[in-house]
């Protein structure tokens, strides 16, 4: 008897609480009608009838995972009021993109191109507005070739930034394809790191190379927690917004370290960047990669120049065993020359337990990875940036610190100043 009813309010059932579950008695195995493609619910269970509550935009940016300050179509709600009884059951995949395209998302119209940021080889970052929200967007427009499709950068760009969602990793807000173009839309942030510093004359307080650090080991943390190496670290790929909230972008290079591949490119990360070990050809390596990037990033905040500015791969590791020494025998033999100094490097966890950042207070490492560290009243970004005083570390306390992030860490970082 009891099944009987249960089959009978199928058609009207949806997800409930734990607590209404235990409510009701159901069995599990009854067979489900539900396809692949939908959300499964628990079999056999019934919600009260909601009978014709109105729809609330807050329920529509519950349901498909909306941002609060979506600009809704006119008449859509009511348009989808007449049709609540399948509102209330579970959203297959299928439905759910065609209700985003009703609402605008992945449509060309929907988004205002402003001024030309910059263009690469595959791609134009524009400035744009999403009719959305009103709210500033960057598109970066990729040119599809017929024959060969949508380049590799950004199918991997793609795949990776959908499931990176971290208040230090620039979001991903929609995907336009034509057939012409595959565009991708991402929140704006006023400039790169590389700009801020040449807008200070390349003089940065170390309170702001402090805080602007954290949130590169931050974003970065997460990532590698994820097994994700970013792989192309370097200023030009650090986005700031008004605020100084800093975000990893520009994931075109990175790689999914659990992909099953023994190997990969050496051709990666610009020069200035790059490892020693990836230098002398190494195509193994591990998260490590990033951290030599993110000393030389925080030496070049630091003192106002770059650390190894080198032209070619050969001075580049003429510079790096100028300052860190020449491989020896001691230290490295011809079966471990191409993971030089690697394992030495601090992780990005270890570096932000560092005594350096003791200033920026304790909370900071239990904020929740979507919220911001400005949040807190402890961290303040300092608005006089080209201000230098005595406090500040010349260029040779400077290389002390940030060598400490990707050579000998048991130390810890000396020079520090909380």
């Known amino acids: 008897m009891c099944a009987r009813v249960i089959q009978k309010c199928a058609p009207y059932c949806a997800l409930v609480s734990e607590y209404e579950l235990k409510q009701i008695d159901y069995r599990p195995d009854q067979a489900s009608g539900t396809s692949s493609d939908e959300v499964q619910s628990p079999t056999g269970v019934c919600l009260r009838n909601r009978g014709n509550r109105r729809i609330s935009a807050e329920d529509l940016n519950k349901r498909l995972s909306l941002p609060a300050d979506i600009r809704i179509p006119d008449g859509y709600l009511e348009k989808l ?4 009884p399948p509102f209330d059951q579970p959203l297959s995949r299928r439905s759910r993109r065609a209700s985003l395209s009703e609402i605008g998302f992945g449509k060309l119209e929907t988004y205002v191109k402003l001024d ?19 709210n500033l967007v960057a598109l970066k427009e990729i040119r599809l070739e017929h024959e060969e499709g949508a380049p590799c950068t950004a ?19 929609d995907i336009v394809h034509t057939d012409k173009s595959l565009t991708l839309v991402f929140e704006y942030l006023d400039k790169d790191l590389k700009q801020y510093m040449d807008d200070c004359g390349n003089i940065l307080s170390m309170q702001n190379v402090k805080i602007f650090l954290f949130q590169i080991l931050r974003g970065l ?4 927690r994820r097994k994700v190496l970013h792989r192309d670290l370097k200023p030009q790929n650090l986005l700031i917004n008004d605020r100084g909230e800093l975000k990893l972008a520009d ?9 099953p591949t023994k190997t990969y ?4 990360v610009t020069l200035w960047y790059r490892p020693p070990d990836v230098l002398l050809g190494s195509s193994e390596y591990s998260t490590q990669i990033d951290m030599w990037g993110v000393g030389c990033i925080f030496y070049e905040m630091a003192a106002g120049r770059p650390l190894f500015p080198g032209s070619t791969v050969e001075d580049e590791l003429h510079l790096i065993f100028r300052l860190l020494g020449t491989p020896t025998e001691d230290n490295c033999d011809t079966e471990t020359l191409w993971s030089y100094e690697s394992k030495k490097r601090i992780s990005a966890d270890e570096a932000m337990r560092q005594p350096y950042f003791r200033s920026l207070g304790p909370r900071v490492h239990t904020l929740p990875e979507s919220i911001s560290i400005f949040t807190l009243k402890e961290v303040q970004l300092q608005r006089d940036p080209g201000y230098r005083n005595s406090s500040h570390p010349e260029s040779g306390e400077a290389r002390i610190c940030s060598f400490h992030l990707f050579s000998n860490h048991k ?4 020079g520090q100043r909380d």
């Open 81 to 84: 009021q007449l049709s609540s």
């Open 116 to 134: 030309k940021l910059g263009e690469g080889t595959y791609a134009t970052v524009f400035k744009g507005r999403s009719k959305l929200t009103d």
């Open 155 to 173: 199918i991997r760009e793609v795949s990776l930034l959908k499931d990176l969602k971290h208040a230090n990793i620039v979001t991903l807000h």
């Open 221 to 224: 943390a997460y990532c590698h």
């Open 251 to 259: 994931f075109g290079l990175a790689r999914a370290k659990s992909v």
């Open 265 to 268: 490119s050496n051709e990666v």
């Open 411 to 414: 130390a810890g970082l000396p």
